[in-house]
Each structure stands twice: as C-alpha cells, then as structure tokens.
C-alpha cells in the first residue's frame, strides 16, 4: 500500500521553522528537492546486492487558470539512488528547474527496468506536482524569492506517496547425501558440484550468495554462471543461501568408483523460486559373495550347519551305543 507524504519546499523565514529534509535554510529557485527509495527484503534472512537504481523525468506541463502554460525542463532529466549490498533505503536530492510564472506544474518521474536477477523494480508512473505561487513577503530588491513552491509526490492512481518501491527475493538450497548397500562405506567421500545460472536477460551478482564449507566458489566472467563445490560423505548436508530468484540451479555429482551411479530425487535441478528448496542424493554399493551366501543370511546358515553337525555326531554316537 502506498504510504501518504507531501514534498513541501517552502522559505524557513516565511512560516517560521526550522529546515526539514524537503527545505534549505536559505531558499532560493534552483533548492533540491528529496526524492526516496524503499527496497524490501521478501524473505527472511537475505541481503540484496549493490544495485544502481535510474529514474527518468519526463516532459513537464504546465496550468494556470486552466489554460497551459510552458513547463521548464529538467536538465539532467534522469537521476540515480545508488545502494550498497545490504543498504534498504536510499535517496537523492533533484535540482528544480526555474519556475518564472505562477502556475501547476507536471512532471512524470519512472523508474527504469533493470536486469539484477531476484529484483523487482517499481514499475509505476509517479508524478512530481510543482505549484508556484507568489511570495506576499517579495519586494523588489529585497533578498526574498519571488516564488515559493510546493512539491506533491504521486502514484498513478493519484494517491500522494513518499518513495518509489522495490523487492528482493532470495533463498536457500540445501544438499543432503545418504549411502546404501551391503558395500557402501559412510566414510568415502564424494565431490558434488552445484552451478547457478542466470535465467535469460538477468544479472547474476555473486557477492551476497553464501556457501559455507565449499571447497571453491568462482562465478564465469562471460556467462555469469556461479559454480560451487563441496566435498560430501554419509549423513552430510550443506546448504547455499540467499541464492536470488530468476536463477537455475543444478546439483551434480561425480560418478564414484565402484558405486552405482548416484541417484537424485528429482529436485536436483531446477529454478530457485521459492523462500528454501532440498534435495538428497543416493549413492548404493552391493557386492556378491562368491559362496553365494551373502552377509543377511550367513548368520542362519552358520547356524543350519552346526545343526547338521550336531546330528550327525549324535547318530554316529547312538549307532556306535548299539554295536
């Protein structure tokens, strides 16, 4: 829901206060005016990447009396808010052009689209209202201004808002191993490669991802593709964290010797599109035993053949009773 805020840049001296984030001490025709971003976090526990967020104004109108009235532009008509990884909230300060008439002035202001994978830009048409009005306290020669404005920031829906708003999303993939079969040993180790790869048109930017335990973490130069690689055993698990959305994720192992070829539950691969994601692999290894009694049932033939002993003795030993 858009949050409700004038910009109001008036003179200190004309209504007696002290300055506020949208007034200078000294006013003069060519003062800044504050324009705020919000970024919020979708999931828990994930930190956004350093970001340059660029916003453009448009063609201004002008009115007065219901008739137009030439608008002066801006120049430059784009500005940026830079934010540092982890930073939510930010701002910048925009020249106002010079007003010469009293009058209701327009100016569209947008943010452009950009290409950060997880990111979601504010896609809405605000409108910065200047309303120029004349100063009562203005003599000529005096040092008060002839004009004195009054900013309003609005959505497209003309409700007053305070800052243009954007979200993060972000999560986890963890990789859990098990080892089965008759051979299997919970000791041997196993290499598993995880690759995170950009969807089409977006920007993977590595820094926030976090990958304790791996062996290596590097990201390709040209592609963009993040490859991750860990060491893993029986029992084991790790976890990858604040992976952003709008990237595929493929988990791989290493074929190993003298194991059957791993086995994935499914959600191996996929897109990361969700606050957490897991996965198992399965790695068996069963052996035959050339006697062709195998380790289950050695205890019962161990015991059939004692039984068998046992009775021949005994038959032996009653035979020999009788002669």
């Known amino acids: 829901m858009k949050k409700l805020i004038t910009f109001i840049l008036v003179l200190s001296l004309v209504l007696g206060l002290g300055a506020t984030a949208f007034a200078q001490e000294e006013y003069d025709d060519n003062a800044a005016v504050t ?134 999303y972000a999560g986890s993939l963890t990789v859990r191993k098990q080892v089965t079969g008759n051979f299997g040993d919970p000791d041997d180790e196993f290499e598993v490669t995880v690759t995170l790869s950009p969807k089409e048109g977006k920007e993977l930017k590595a820094d926030p991802i976090q990958a304790p335990g791996a062996d290596s973490f590097s990201q390709d130069p040209e592609t963009g593709a993040v490859t991750i690689k860990y060491t893993v055993k029986d029992g084991s698990e790790f976890t990858i964290s604040n992976i952003p959305y709008d990237v595929l994720y493929n988990v791989e192992e290493a074929q190993a010797e003298e194991y059957d070829e791993p086995v994935y539950d499914g959600n191996q691969s996929g897109e990361m599109d969700a606050p957490s994601k897991e996965t198992t692999i399965t790695n068996n290894r069963d052996i035959d035993i050339e006697t062709g009694v195998n380790l289950d049932s050695l205890p019962y033939f161990a015991i059939l053949a004692l039984a068998i002993g046992g009775l021949a003795m005994f038959l032996v030993r009653r035979r020999a009773a009788r002669i």
């Open 35 to 168: 324009i705020y971003k919000d970024l919020t976090l979708a999931n828990e526990d994930t930190e956004n990447p350093a970001e340059t967020f660029t916003f453009k104004i448009g063609a201004g109108t002008g009115e007065r009396d219901g008739n137009p009235i030439p608008a002066p532009e801006f120049n430059p008509n784009q500005f940026t808010i830079t934010f540092s990884q982890g930073q939510t909230s930010g701002s910048a300060d925009l020249t106002l052009p010079e007003f010469t008439q009293v009058g209701v002035y327009t100016y569209t202001l947008t943010e452009e689209e950009g290409s950060t994978a997880g990111m979601r830009y504010d896609s809405g048409e605000y409108k910065l209202v200047v309303t120029v009005i004349n100063n009562p306290d203005y003599e000529e020669g005096s040092n008060e201004p002839k004009f004195l404005r009054v900013l309003t920031l609005t959505d497209e829906n003309n409700l007053k808002d305070d800052s243009f708003k954007n979200e993060f």
